[in-house]
């Protein structure tokens, strides 16, 4: 069983940044691929980036590429989403999710165990 619990959501200004972070319990968290995913009012979940167990591969959603970034420190139990060049088009709320197995995760219903998710707002 893995427990997730995110926090760094906010209010922010188009154009501006914030980190999420994602930590996680238990002694095995090199051997869970993480992901997040982002959930808008009235939409389904959809996949935002993936990282594998180790960090050396990243997938990204079109939506966000080259504009958030993934990584972990495996020494931490944590995974973070550094979100850049923030749109109001990204307003929703994110959730850190975890995979039984090192390899990532493209999509929604591929992840065991989900944290509570954090609001990400962000003003035009």
């Known amino acids: 069983q893995v427990q997730l619990v995110e926090s760094g959501g906010g209010l922010v200004q188009a154009g501006g940044s914030l980190r999420l972070s994602c930590a996680a319990s238990?002694?095995?968290?090199?051997?869970?691929?993480m992901g997040w995913s982002r959930q808008a009012p009235g939409k389904e979940r959809e996949f935002v980036a993936a990282?594998?167990?180790?960090?050396?591969?990243?997938y990204y959603a079109d939506s966000v590429k080259g504009r958030f970034t993934i990584f972990r420190d495996n020494a931490k139990n944590t995974v973070y989403l550094q979100m850049n060049s923030l749109k109001p088009e990204d307003t929703a709320v994110y959730y850190c999710?975890?995979?039984?197995?090192?390899?990532?995760?493209?999509?929604?219903?591929?992840?065991?165990?989900w944290g509570q998710g954090t609001q990400v707002t962000v003003s035009s």
């Open positions: 238990g002694r095995t968290f090199r051997s869970y691929a």
């Open positions: 999710a975890a995979a039984k197995g090192p390899g990532p995760r493209l999509r929604v219903d591929e992840y065991d165990y």
């Open positions: 990282i594998s167990g180790s960090g050396g591969t990243t």
